[in-house]
């Protein structure tokens, strides 16, 4: 136990999540889609890509696509555990009548999340939630009742729905955004009837509001 315990960290040997595979998955299809692989290579990359088990094994599947970058390894320092191992329970829906529906923390948010308020409030909170994939949709309606989205300074946001005298849309950001080539992004579709859908930009939960500046 003694020589493992000893042994030098190796990044490359680090077990990677479901994420990184996703991850991966979506580079090959952008390069898929540029022309930069075949289908039949996409397909033989996608496989192994969801067979990998670690860094060592992901890394060399994207290392030739250098336009979008290959996923590393962290860096051989102390990883950050998340409070709990359990896997984060996932939602494919949210629905409040004449009461009060919220998702927030550590959660599973499937590609395609739908949101109802009649009457009543949903709040869809994505700051520490985990996406199941990297472009995500959620169908939010509201009838004379509020569906609020939280969204992290780097998450991309569209959104397309329609007001009917009431308010579709995204509200005032309380944080910058920060996003890069890499950010996620949510698209919000749906209808406000004499209610309203809004989206917003907030800091990571237990931000002091004196660290908000102007925003």
């Known amino acids: 136990m003694g020589e493992i315990e000893n042994r030098p960290h190796d990044p490359s040997q680090m077990r990677i999540s479901d994420a990184d595979r996703q991850r991966v998955a979506d580079v090959l299809r952008d390069a898929?889609?540029?022309?930069?692989?075949?289908?039949?290579?996409?397909?033989?990359?996608?496989?192994?890509?969801?067979?990998?088990?670690?860094?060592?094994?992901?890394?060399?599947?994207?290392?030739d696509l250098q336009a979008t970058g290959p996923v590393t390894p962290p860096a051989a320092t102390?990883?950050?555990?998340?409070?709990?191992?359990?896997?984060?329970?996932?939602?494919?829906?949210?629905?409040?009548?004449?009461?009060?529906?919220?998702?927030?923390g550590v959660w599973a948010v499937p590609e395609h999340h739908s949101a109802f308020a009649l009457m009543g409030?949903?709040?869809i909170d994505l700051r520490?939630?985990?996406?199941?994939?990297?472009?995500?949709?959620?169908?939010?309606?509201?009838?004379?009742g509020e569906v609020k989205i939280i969204v992290p300074a780097d998450m991309h946001v569209?959104?397309?729905?329609?007001?009917?005298?009431?308010?579709?849309?995204?509200?005032?950001?309380?944080?910058?955004?920060?996003?890069?080539?890499?950010?996620?992004?949510?698209?919000?579709r749906g209808m406000a009837m004499m209610g309203s859908v809004t989206v917003q930009r907030l800091p990571p939960p237990g931000t002091p509001k004196k660290f908000l500046g102007s925003y």
């Open 158 to 188: 569209v959104v397309d729905g329609t007001p009917i005298m009431g308010e579709f849309g995204q509200a005032k950001d309380k944080v910058p955004a920060q996003l890069g080539p890499h950010s996620p992004t949510i698209r919000v």
């Open 32 to 63: 898929a889609g540029d022309g930069r692989i075949d289908l039949g290579e996409l397909e033989e990359r996608l496989e192994l890509t969801w067979q990998a088990k670690t860094y060592g094994e992901l890394v060399p599947i994207t290392i």
């Open 121 to 123: 409030s949903v709040v």
């Open 128 to 144: 520490e939630a985990q996406l199941a994939a990297h472009h995500t949709q959620i169908n939010a309606s509201s009838i004379m």
């Open 78 to 104: 102390p990883a950050r555990r998340t409070p709990s191992a359990v896997p984060a329970v996932g939602h494919h829906s949210s629905t409040a009548i004449m009461g009060e529906c919220k998702r927030q």
